[in-house]
C-alpha cells in the first residue's frame, strides 16, 4: 500500500478534542492519525519512530511537572496561578507538561480549608501510575510544544504557525508596497522639480536665442537674392522648379530639408524683399 502524502493527511477532526494521551499526542505531532499507528509502523518507519522520541519528550516533561508540583508549599499554592508556566524558561532545561490530574489536585489545593494535609498527600502520590490512561490539555501541549521551540509539529501548533507565516508574509508584503510608493513618491517629486527647471531652462533658452528681426531680415533677403539669380525663383509663377532644385541641392550637400519648408521661407523672404527695408 502506498504511504499517503503529508496533503492527505487529515486531523482536523481531532480539532474538537481538548484531551490527549501521550501516545496521542505524540502521533498527532508527529504528523499521523494516531488509529493508524499500525500501518504507519510499516509504511513510515521513520515517522513511526519520531513519535516514539516525541512520546520519550512528554515522558521526561511529565515527571519534571510532577516532581515541581511536589515541591510547592503550603504559601506558593496560594499565590501563583499556575504552578507550570515559567517567567524565565531558561534557567529550566526541560519544559514542564502537567497531566489532567495534576491540574485538578492543584485547583483542588488552592480551594481547600487544610491544605497543609493535601499538600502531605500530593507529596506521597504518583501522578505516573497506569501511564497509558493519563491525559493531557490542548493548552499544556501547545505552550509545551511552544517552549521548546518544537518548530516541526505537524499537530497542535501546525495551524497556528501557518497562520502566524500567513500575517508574517503579509505584513512582508505590505512594508514593501509601502517602501515602494514612498520610493515612487521621491522620485516623483523628484521628476517634478526637474521638470520646473527644465521648463524654465528651455523658456530661458527661448527667449536668449530669439534672433534680431533686421538681422532676420537680411538674412531673408539674402536668400530670396541667391534664389531668384542661381535658381531662377519666380514668387509670381505659377509653376517653377526653384523648390525642387534647391531641395535635391541641398540633399547632395548631405543635408535634408523638405519641400514644404524650403518653399515657405522663400516665401516668406520673397515678402521681406518686396518691402526694400533693411
Not at 494535609?117 to 501511564?131: H, L, R, T
Not at 505584513?171 to 517634478?192: F, P, T, V, Y
Amino acid at each position: 500500500m502506498a504511504a499517503p502524502t503529508q496533503e492527505k493527511i487529515d486531523l482536523s477532526h481531532y480539532d474538537l478534542i481538548d484531551t490527549f494521551s501521550a501516545r496521542e499526542a505524540a502521533c498527532l505531532i508527529a504528523g499521523f492519525d494516531p488509529k493508524t499507528e499500525d500501518a504507519v509502523y510499516n509504511y513510515d518507519y521513520r515517522k513511526f519512530c519520531a513519535a516514539q522520541v516525541i512520546e520519550d519528550a512528554i515522558k521526561e516533561a511529565h515527571k519534571e511537572a510532577e516532581r515541581h508540583f511536589k515541591g510547592i508549599g503550603v504559601h506558593i499554592a496560594g499565590i501563583i496561578p499556575d504552578p507550570w508556566v515559567r517567567e524565565i524558561k531558561e534557567l529550566e532545561p526541560v519544559p514542564y507538561l502537567p497531566c489532567t490530574n495534576m491540574r485538578a489536585w492543584f485547583e483542588h489545593l488552592k480551594n481547600t480549608s487544610s491544605p497543609s494535609s493535601e499538600v502531605a498527600k500530593i507529596k506521597g502520590m504518583s501522578f505516573s501510575v497506569g501511564y497509558e490512561k493519563i491525559k493531557f490539555k490542548r493548552e499544556d501541549i501547545k505552550r509545551w510544544l511552544e517552549e521548546k521551540d518544537y518548530n516541526g509539529a505537524r499537530y497542535f501548533l501546525s495551524e497556528h504557525k501557518k497562520q502566524l507565516q500567513k500575517l508574517d508574509y503579509q505584513k512582508e508584503m505590505l512594508d514593501r508596497e509601502l517602501i515602494s510608493l514612498h520610493e515612487q513618491a521621491r522620485d516623483l517629486e523628484s521628476l517634478r522639480q526637474e521638470n520646473a527647471e527644465l521648463k524654465a531652462q528651455v523658456e530661458e533658452l527661448g527667449a536668449s536665442q530669439d534672433i534680431d528681426p533686421r538681422l532676420k531680415n537680411t538674412l531673408y533677403k539674402m536668400i530670396h537674392a541667391m534664389a531668384v539669380i542661381g535658381y531662377k525663383y519666380d514668387p509670381q509663377a505659377a509653376r517653377n522648379n526653384a523648390v525642387s532644385d534647391i531641395a535635391n541641392d541641398i540633399n547632395a550637400a548631405g543635408l535634408k530639408v523638405s519641400n514644404d519648408t524650403i518653399r515657405t521661407h522663400l516665401q516668406e523672404a520673397a515678402r521681406v524683399a518686396a518691402n526694400k527695408a533693411e
